[in-house]
């Protein structure tokens, strides 16, 4: 007896076969599209926090006094007292001291070709999952040249910041806030004057003139000869760590950060994965009940089938052919929707001025996951169906 053909009903039933295949290749194809322009949040993190940090690291010193103990700097620990009477910059000028006397401390040690300690000025960076913070660093004219040389700044629209509040920034951070050479950033103190070429995402200025802060952010030039901020201050007796707790948080370096944006990463996966799962639910519940129906329509066309002779087996072997012809046809045609979708989207990021990546390994995994689950439960009416199917002749008997 002639084997059944899978074509046979597909070819003759073009529309219900192509709503089958359009409905499994969009519930791909949406898995996979709200990853890829959420991903970019993690992407985000890790060029400002680790990516940098071959040739810089950072971190925010939160206690001069303990920091003045330990190393011995020379400040009046009783200006900080709070009955001392001292003006706030009279503090301002004792951390100015401190800090400069331990800039001096690090840079004689060596490690470090460049060492900065001074304000900084917070810029963040957007994505569609969220905002990232840069810390930039707020220099004297004569260190942001250095800084510029030393990280290989290449000017490709203005000049080097030459006043009190201008700044420098890389072409994708500047993309991304949407500033151009001559804008102001937040205030009319701080104002763009050039636009750089780098890797990852990089910015300075020039502190104000009256630049009264006692924040300090500490960074250290060197060419990835400082990898732990944690152990390189150790040897100075100095805690340092991620937890705002230490006497010097670290922002960024390749170690402790590499932590930190994994941390982020998983904690940012649950959301996603929670948000995956909800649509894979959803839209595989109106999947199944599609399939079903598509099922039921078959019913009578299958009993035929079994009155010409045909088995049980031959009917089910049947339905399992073009039920996996449909699903193959849809995989090739949500990885070319897939693929416009992504082409599509990582021009609207590079616009933004985001990093992002085309292929995440780990989203196709759980995909083949939900596939695979998927293509089980649709097995399910196909089998009760086969329970019900009987020749002609046995349902008029009934």
Not at 31 to 52: N, R
Not at 122 to 134: E, K, L, T
Request: overall charge negative; charged content about 20%; hydrophobic content about 45%.
């Amino acid at each position: 007896m002639q084997r059944l053909s899978a074509w046979f009903y597909l070819k003759n039933n073009k529309k219900r076969a192509a709503i089958l295949i359009l409905s499994f290749g969009l519930y791909f194809v949406l898995l996979y599209g709200v990853q890829f322009f959420m991903h970019p949040s993690v992407y985000m993190d890790e060029m400002i926090y680790v990516g940098g940090a071959e040739k810089m690291q950072n971190g925010y010193i939160r206690s001069y006094l303990k920091l003045n103990e330990v190393m011995n700097l020379g400040m009046d620990a009783s200006l900080f007292e709070a009955e001392s009477g001292a003006t706030y910059e009279e503090m301002v000028a004792e951390i100015n001291k401190g800090t400069g006397r331990f800039a001096k401390l690090l840079q004689e040690e060596g490690t470090a070709e460049h060492v900065f300690i001074c304000n900084s000025y917070g810029i963040y960076v957007s994505s569609f999952g969220g905002d990232g913070y840069y810390s930039a660093p707020m220099l004297k004219k004569d260190e942001i040249v250095t800084f510029a040389e030393y990280l290989d700044l290449k000017i490709t629209e203005g000049r080097m910041p030459e006043q009190p509040g201008e700044f420098l920034m890389d072409e994708r951070m500047a993309k991304n806030r949407g500033f151009t050479v001559g804008d102001y950033l937040y205030d009319s103190k701080t104002k763009l004057v050039g636009i750089v070429e780098y890797d990852t995402y990089v910015a300075a200025g020039i502190d104000y003139a009256d630049g009264a802060n006692p924040d300090r952010q500490i960074y250290l030039l060197n060419n990835g000869t400082i990898p732990d901020l944690k152990e390189y201050f150790a040897k100075f007796g100095i805690e340092a760590g991620i937890e705002s707790s230490s006497t010097i948080e670290i922002y960024s370096d390749q170690v402790n950060a590499i932590k930190e944006v994994e941390k982020f990463s998983k904690e940012l996966q649950t959301p996603l994965s929670v948000m995956t799962y909800a649509i894979a639910f959803v839209l595989g519940l109106t999947l199944f009940f599609v399939y079903r129906l598509h099922v039921q329509d078959r019913y009578g066309e299958w009993c035929l089938y079994r009155s010409l002779g045909y088995s049980q087996k031959d009917v089910y072997s049947l339905a399992f052919r073009e039920f996996g012809i449909c699903i193959g046809i849809s995989v090739g045609l949500a990885a070319i929707i897939t693929a416009m979708l992504c082409i599509i989207g990582a021009a609207i990021m590079r616009s933004k001025g985001m990093f992002y990546e085309y292929l995440l390994p780990h989203v196709l995994l759980q995909i083949l996951g939900i596939g695979t689950l998927l293509a089980g439960l649709m097995q399910i009416p196909v089998v009760i169906a086969m329970q019900k199917v009987k020749t002609i002749d046995a349902m008029e008997e009934e």
